[in-house]
């Protein structure tokens, strides 16, 4: 079984783009337009096992204010999801590192090579173990 990612962006082209690299390295990629499409989708799929979150999206903090209330709703097992920003120009860096996101910045992600290892250093293998959850 491989790990699902929910890539969060509205723009569809860049979901395109995640969805296809998240998929080179292994995992099962869903997708939502928007934090409001996101959150319904964890709270109905708990086989969601890491979020990207693209600062693309329509709203500046949007993805911040999403991902500020994932960890701070009591759920553990939505505080337990890894969370890798994205982003250019991102004024919540050491923020969402000190809530414990992966921040990457756009540009370089997409240096040959940074993507997968980004990718993999937060969400691990991207097959789930038998028995290992």
């Not at 009591?74 to 890798?84: M, S």
Request: glycine share 8%; with cysteine.
């Amino acid at each position: 079984m491989t790990k699902k990612i929910l890539v969060v962006e509205n723009e569809p082209a860049l979901r395109r783009i995640h969805r296809r690299e998240l998929g080179k390295i292994g995992y099962q990629v869903v997708e939502a337009e928007d934090s409001y499409h996101a959150q319904n989708m964890i709270l109905q799929d708990a086989e969601i096992a890491g979020i990207v979150l693209d600062n693309n999206m329509k709203i500046k903090n949007e993805g911040y204010n999403f991902f500020v209330r994932l960890k701070e709703s009591g759920d553990e097992r939505l505080n337990a999801i890894p969370v890798v920003f994205c982003v250019t120009a991102f004024p919540y860096t050491e923020e969402a590192e000190k809530l414990g996101a992966t921040v990457v910045d756009k540009i370089e992600a997409w240096m040959p090579g940074v993507y997968p290892t980004v990718m993999r250093g937060a969400f691990g293998s991207p097959v789930i173990e038998e028995g290992v959850s």
